[in-house]
């Protein structure tokens, strides 16, 4: 008798969990709040994917626990913006728990991260479209590493329709992969059709990018600056005062925690 009645109770409450996860808002875009680190997701019914991964301390987890049902342990597509392990550092454990079905990345990764060679890599030009998500590549590695840049400019730039947002996702690229993307006229078109509504500001609100004519030319509605505690000295506070004087709104998830877009 016991038995049933805990039977019975625990079936109550595993529908209402059901009912209440699907009530939920269940198509979504949030910048996780993954401390230092950058990590998207998008879910769409039991679509879902991550635009990097946040850090090795696995709080992309806590994300996706969040806001995507527990028993969905699927990720359809993540992309890596560049293997630096504020970005990627999670994968790992991310895999551990969920399935990846698709791995996306600016190059093959190389050491640790090699068990994930598997992984598609990405180039300017290149358009991911899956469901009502889509893609567009206009920075990439070869270009800006052959260059001898750095990692951080060896970033995955590009610009992400979701539902009616357009937003310039810029990775960790630095001043000289902005100067290149202004001046070669790769966010004219962005710039003609009115601008962008959300910047994933680069490099966590470093004062190395995020100038005025990237600001001036893509015209942001709002800013995400995806950050931490550091010992960087990021955001810079230039940065976000640049970013004001545009009449940008800036969001932090230092301050502000996941940063929910409709
Ligand atoms: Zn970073």
């Not at 699907?22 to 910048?31: G, H, I, M, R």
């Not at 357009?166 to 790769?186: F, H, N, P, S, T």
């Amino acid at each position: 008798m016991k038995i049933k009645i805990i039977l019975i109770i625990s079936l109550v409450l595993l529908g209402v969990l059901v009912i209440y996860w699907q009530s939920k808002d269940s198509s979504k875009l949030v910048f996780c709040d993954v401390g230092q680190g950058d990590a998207m997701l998008i879910r769409e019914g039991n679509w879902e994917m991550l635009l990097d991964v946040g850090g090795d301390d696995g709080k992309v987890m806590r994300c996706l626990e969040r806001h995507v049902p527990f028993w969905d342990k699927t990720i359809e597509l993540v992309i890596i913006s560049h293997w630096d392990k504020d970005h990627c550092g999670g994968l790992i454990k991310l895999s551990r728990y969920y399935k990846i079905n698709d791995l996306l990345a600016n190059r093959l990764p190389g050491g640790e991260y090699e068990q994930y060679s598997y992984s598609k890599v990405l180039n300017v030009g290149d358009v991911v479209q899956v469901g009502k998500v889509r893609f567009d590549v206009i920075s990439s590695s070869i270009e800006n590493v052959n260059d001898g840049g750095e990692e951080n400019d060896s970033s995955l730039v590009g610009i992400l329709y979701y539902r009616d947002n357009k937003i310039l996702m810029m990775g960790d690229a630095g001043a000289e992969v902005e100067q290149k993307l202004v001046w070669r006229g790769m966010l004219k078109q962005i710039q003609h059709d009115g601008g962008i509504d959300i910047l994933k500001v680069s490099h966590h609100g470093s004062g190395t990018s995020t100038s005025d004519d990237l600001i001036n030319m893509v015209r942001p509605k709002i800013a995400v600056v995806s950050v931490g505690r550091n010992s960087y000295g990021h955001p810079s506070m230039e940065v976000i005062n640049r970013l004001e004087n545009f009449g940008v709104e800036v969001k932090r998830t230092d301050k502000s925690g996941d940063v929910m877009v409709n």
